[in-house]
């Protein structure tokens, strides 16, 4: 089922199968055997930091890389992105996101990146997104908003079971899969066209997209075992199991 993976209809399908590569890394994560068993809130709690640092600071790089793009139909789905985001076709993203973590029990602060270590990772993709080629930022772009509705259908149960308000991640798996994926593969199909030389500028910001978003994913999965790992020595000296 192709609409698991792209929402449009690029014509390049080299660039369509390395999108492919990092979706199937999230769809068949080993993470999601420990959210469906009950993963550590604190598992849950950093996800929601790390991303509403993105969040936070998604807007002023979209209208960065907006300005700078010479190619009117990737100006066209950076604009109509940031009309999501900044909530003028609606609620903004970064609203949604702050009742996300309300919600369980956070209190959000915008360049919260001090808040866990892990929410410096958003910083460090933004400024190097601004200072990308327009075909990478075309395959950085194409690739986080074709792979971002997995990450949140990943852990989109572990939210549920804390009772959160879970519009943020709704909105995001059900426009980014269809409508911004749909008009950033036109647009990456659309430099492709113009020059096929930015082919392998495009397959570098697609790589580092798809690398982006699944390296955090591994980082959470690895604290979630060592935290199951020692709840399991501290409940053996204790004498017993006892619950999460």
Not at 94 to 117: E, F, T, W
Not at 159 to 167: E, N, P, S, W
Not at 199 to 217: A, D, K, L, T, Y
Request: aromatic residues 8%.
């Amino acid at each position: 089922n192709n609409t698991l993976f792209y929402g449009g209809k690029m014509r390049n399908i080299g660039l369509v199968e390395i999108v492919k590569i990092y979706i199937l890394a999230l769809v068949n994560h080993p993470i999601r055997r420990l959210i469906e068993q009950g993963i550590h809130r604190s598992v849950v709690n950093d996800f929601a930091v790390m991303h509403y640092a993105f969040s936070t600071s998604w807007g002023p790089v979209l209208g960065t890389v907006k300005d700078r793009a010479k190619n009117q139909s990737f100006r066209n789905a950076l604009t109509e992105n940031m009309r999501d985001e900044l909530g003028i076709n609606g609620t903004s993203h970064i609203s949604l996101c702050y009742d996300l973590l309300k919600s369980i029990g956070l209190v959000p602060h915008y360049a919260g990146n001090d808040m866990i270590p892990i929410a410096s990772h958003p910083t460090e993709i933004m400024n190097a997104v601004a200072e990308m080629s327009e075909g990478q930022t075309a395959g950085y772009m194409l690739s986080s908003e074709s792979l971002v509705p997995h990450v949140f259908a990943l852990f989109r149960p572990a939210f549920i079971a804390l009772g959160a308000d879970t519009r943020y991640l709704d909105e995001h798996i059900a426009i980014d899969v269809d409508k911004h994926s749909e008009m950033l593969g036109a647009a990456v199909d659309s430099i492709f066209y113009a020059s096929p030389e930015s082919v392998h500028e495009i397959e570098e910001g697609i790589h580092f997209g798809g690398r982006s978003i699944v390296g955090p994913i591994d980082c959470l999965y690895f604290r979630a075992l060592q935290l199951r790992h020692l709840h399991k020595v501290r409940k053996a000296a204790e004498g017993g199991r006892g619950a999460w």
